[in-house]
């Protein structure tokens, strides 16, 4: 299994952007999958999570109502719209993959992560 973030990069507190995740290498569609981010010296933490068919998402109490979740199974891909952006969004964001949709917030239900793409939010 592979999975490459992409989207990142520079933008002004209020602003937005897109990450995206592609997978390959194995079935996607039966995937939950999850956003974490890790911010300077600080550990990696969750920020949203989807089900295999999208019916199920849960989001971080610091992103709710700002970020949104989706994916494309007939794409292999996986979204992150990021709205109203605050400096503290500022990190390194990364996509996985697991197996079954228990405990989505919990960095141990994944068994693969992709590399990481990073986000900074200027104020």
């Known amino acids: 299994v592979q999975l490459q973030a992409s989207g990142g990069g520079l933008v002004q507190a209020g602003g937005s952007l897109r990450l995206s995740c592609a997978a390959s290498g194995r079935i996607f569609s039966s995937d939950a999958m999850g956003w974490f981010r890790q911010a300077p010296g600080k550990e990696r933490e969750f920020v949203a999570a989807?089900?295999?068919?999208?019916?199920?998402?849960s989001y971080a109490d610091s992103v709710k109502g700002r970020f949104t979740i989706s994916r494309d199974n007939a794409e292999n891909t996986l979204h992150l719209e990021m709205f109203s952006l605050q400096p503290e969004d500022t990190a390194v964001y990364y996509c996985?993959?697991?197996?079954?949709?228990?405990?989505?917030?919990?960095?141990?239900?994944?068994?693969?992560w992709g590399q990481g793409t990073q986000v900074t939010v200027s104020s």
């Open positions: 996985a993959a697991g197996r079954y949709y228990y405990y989505p917030r919990r960095q141990s239900a994944y068994d693969y």
């Open positions: 989807i089900s295999a068919n999208s019916e199920i998402t």
